[in-house]
């Protein structure tokens, strides 16, 4: 089970920090990821780390601006978003997979319900 947290309000340039609790089984098993959907578009892939949290993978819209990491002693991952922009806005999802990167990117296991990131201009 997965629950994320951290979604709200914010202006355009500021910064928020998702988080995702994982529950119900070895999170140090779990390669982690966030997708996102925004508002009449098709759900897209945002960011992924390894089990280990070794290597990192992010779409190129959020290069250099959305950072994931992990804290297995929490059984936690997180996406730091900062230099928002208005096309961030989406509801975004944790995702955790037994596979690498690449199956995360496809097709995920376990996802969360999903917090409400809205940015303003």
């Known amino acids: 089970q997965l629950a994320e947290s951290g979604g709200g309000l914010v202006q355009a340039g500021g910064s928020l920090r998702l988080s995702c609790i994982a529950s119900?089984?070895?999170?140090?098993?779990?390669?982690m990821g966030w997708f996102r959907q925004a508002p009449g578009k098709e759900r897209e892939f945002v960011a992924a780390i390894t089990r280990s949290g070794s290597s990192t993978h992010y779409t190129d819209s959020v290069k250099g601006r959305f950072t994931i990491s992990r804290d297995n002693s929490k059984n936690t991952a997180y996406l730091q978003m900062d230099s928002l922009k208005p096309e961030d806005t989406a509801t975004y999802f944790c995702v955790a997979d037994r596979g690498g990167i690449a199956t995360i990117m496809v097709s995920a296991d376990f996802w969360g319900a999903g917090t409400v990131v809205t940015v303003s201009s």
């Open positions: 119900g089984r070895d999170f140090n098993d779990l390669g």
